[in-house]
T-cell receptor, first 115, second 115 residues
Framework: AQSVTQLGSHVSVSEGALVLLRCNYSSSVPPYLFWYVQYPNQGLQLLLKYTTGATLVKGINGFEAEFKKSETSFHLTKPSAHMSDAAEYFCAVSHGSGNTGKLIFGQGTTLQVKP | DTGVSQNPRHKITKRGQNVTFRCDPISEHNRLYWYRQTLGQGPEFLTYFQNEAQLEKSRLLSDRFSAERPKGSFSTLEIQRTEQGDSAMYLC?????????????FGPGTRLTVL
């Protein structure tokens, strides 16, 4: 069975500081990995995803994540936080072989950005 | 491309009543997913369709829940004899393709409150 653990339900950073949101996954098969962002009263928006190939994935709004198989991690980073980055972030995994597309989500991390 | 739409956005009902939600996917997306999200948690998979065929249902989907996607376009999710534990945000997503790596695009959700 697949699962996702996001370490830290709340993360607070100052504007301009590094953002690091942690995600560890469990999967018996090679996974596909996703990061979504959710703003209040809006649907989830894809930030980036890893399927195959390059393990460092760049996404929208200056975010990137690195797939580390040995650590079963897919942490999300951004060099410099902006006030507009304040939102809830979800890491998700789907089955990397076969065609089922259901996503297994972590419990989410709320990012607060202080001025 | 107008995105995934869901109606209604909010629904308040009394325990024991039936409710129905509608999801209109992005045009020509062949896959449609339903998820449920409770406060402070990540979305949980409920079911998904490929065109009009319902291919997988979660154990979370009790016999009070039924979903349809006639003609492979919009989908409805019905909950019969609602219970207070059904209170949640119901999210719909659609994707183009038949692989787990395909990006799912989410609607804004329908928030259900059962009194």
């Amino acid at each position: 069975a697949q699962s996702v653990t996001q370490l830290g339900s709340h993360v607070s950073v100052s504007e301009g500081a590094l953002v690091l949101l942690r995600c560890n996954y469990s999967s018996s098969v090679p996974p596909y990995l996703f990061w979504y962002v959710q703003y209040p009263n809006q649907g989830l928006q894809l930030l980036l995803k890893y399927t195959t190939g390059a393990t460092l994935v760049k996404g929208i709004n200056g975010f990137e994540a690195e797939f580390k198989k040995s650590e079963t991690s897919f942490h999300l980073t951004k060099p410099s936080a902006h006030m507009s980055d304040a939102a809830e972030y979800f890491c998700a995994v789907s089955h990397g072989s076969g065609n089922t597309g259901k996503l297994i989500f972590g419990q989410g991390t709320t990012l607060q950005v202080k001025p | 491309d107008t995105g995934v739409s869901q109606n209604p956005r909010h629904k308040i009902t009394k325990r024991g009543q039936n409710v129905t939600f509608r999801c209109d996917p992005i045009s020509e997306h062949n896959r449609l997913y339903w998820y449920r999200q409770t406060l402070g948690q990540g979305p949980e998979f409920l079911t998904y369709f490929q065109n009009e065929a319902q291919l997988e249902k979660s154990r979370l989907l009790s016999d009070r829940f039924s979903a349809e996607r006639p003609k492979g376009s919009f989908s409805t999710l019905e909950i019969q004899r609602t219970e207070q534990g059904d209170s949640a945000m119901y999210l719909c997503a659609s994707s183009l393709g038949d692989m787990g790596r395909d990006t799912q695009y989410f609607g804004p959700g329908t928030r259900l409150t059962v009194l």
